[in-house]
C-alpha cells in the first residue's frame, strides 16, 4: 500500500459517496431516518456509522480530533451528514497529502472494542478504513434497494470508467 493507493481509495470512497447521496436525496423524507435492517437500522444510522469511523481512525493516524464518536441522532437530515462528511473527507485529503511513504509504516496506537491498546501501522489502518467503508456502503445501497429504488453502480470498476472517460463494460 502506497500513500498514491490510499489516495485513490479515498478518492473513490468521495466519488461512491456521493453516488448515494444523490440517490439517497430521491428518497421520501422518512426514509433516511425509518428502521429498515442492517446492523445500524437505518440508512442514517448506516452513513454517520461509517463517518464516525473513518473521522476516528484518521484521528488516530495523526489527523485532526473527532472527539467522541458520531451520535446518528445528531443529524436529522442527510445534508447535515453531507456537511460533515465533507469535512472529514477534506481533512483526509489534507492528511494524506502531508504523508510520506515512510509514514504508513509508523504504529500508530488506539484502544480496542475491548479496551485493550493496540497499535498497527498506519497504512494498514487508513487501509482498513477505507474497506470499512466499501462494506458498509454495501449495506445501505442495499437498504435503498429494500426500499424499492436502485441505487445504481457504486462498484470501483465503474469509478475507474468513468474517470477514465471509458465504458465500464
Given at each position: 500500500?502506497?500513500?498514491?493507493?490510499?489516495?485513490?481509495?479515498?478518492?473513490?470512497?468521495?466519488?461512491?459517496?456521493?453516488?448515494?447521496?444523490?440517490?439517497?436525496?430521491?428518497?421520501?423524507?422518512?426514509?433516511?431516518?425509518?428502521?429498515?435492517?442492517?446492523?445500524?437500522?437505518s440508512?442514517?444510522?448506516?452513513?454517520?456509522?461509517?463517518?464516525?469511523?473513518?473521522?476516528?481512525?484518521?484521528?488516530?493516524?495523526?489527523?485532526?480530533?473527532?472527539?467522541?464518536?458520531?451520535?446518528?441522532?445528531?443529524?436529522?437530515?442527510?445534508?447535515?451528514?453531507?456537511e460533515?462528511?465533507?469535512?472529514?473527507?477534506?481533512?483526509?485529503?489534507?492528511?494524506?497529502?502531508?504523508?510520506?511513504?515512510?509514514?504508513?509504516e509508523?504504529?500508530?496506537?488506539?484502544?480496542?472494542?475491548?479496551?485493550?491498546?493496540?497499535?498497527?501501522?498506519?497504512?494498514?489502518?487508513?487501509?482498513?478504513?477505507?474497506?470499512?467503508?466499501?462494506?458498509?456502503?454495501?449495506?445501505?445501497?442495499?437498504?435503498?434497494?429494500?426500499?424499492?429504488?436502485?441505487?445504481?453502480?457504486?462498484?470501483?470498476?465503474?469509478?475507474?470508467?468513468?474517470?477514465?472517460?471509458?465504458?465500464?463494460?
Amino acid at each position: 500500500m502506497t500513500v498514491a493507493d490510499l489516495q485513490e481509495l479515498f478518492a473513490y470512497s468521495r466519488w461512491a459517496n456521493g453516488k448515494l447521496f444523490s440517490v439517497i436525496d430521491q428518497l421520501p423524507g422518512h426514509a433516511f431516518t425509518r428502521e429498515v435492517a442492517g446492523a445500524y437500522g437505518s440508512i442514517r444510522n448506516t452513513l454517520v456509522h461509517i463517518m464516525s469511523t473513518e473521522a476516528g481512525w484518521l484521528e488516530r493516524c495523526g489527523g485532526p480530533r473527532r472527539g467522541p464518536r458520531l451520535v446518528a441522532d445528531d443529524f436529522a437530515r442527510l445534508e447535515e451528514v453531507v456537511e460533515r462528511w465533507e469535512r472529514i473527507q477534506s481533512d483526509m485529503v489534507h492528511f494524506l497529502g502531508q504523508l510520506e511513504e515512510t509514514d504508513l509504516e509508523r504504529l500508530a496506537e488506539y484502544h480496542g472494542a475491548e479496551g485493550v491498546l493496540r497499535s498497527m501501522p498506519v497504512g494498514e489502518l487508513l487501509h482498513h478504513a477505507a474497506i470499512h467503508a466499501v462494506h458498509h456502503r454495501a449495506q445501505v445501497s442495499l437498504l435503498i434497494r429494500e426500499m424499492g429504488h436502485a441505487p445504481g453502480n457504486i462498484d470501483l470498476l465503474f469509478y475507474f470508467a468513468e474517470k477514465r472517460e471509458v465504458p465500464a463494460w
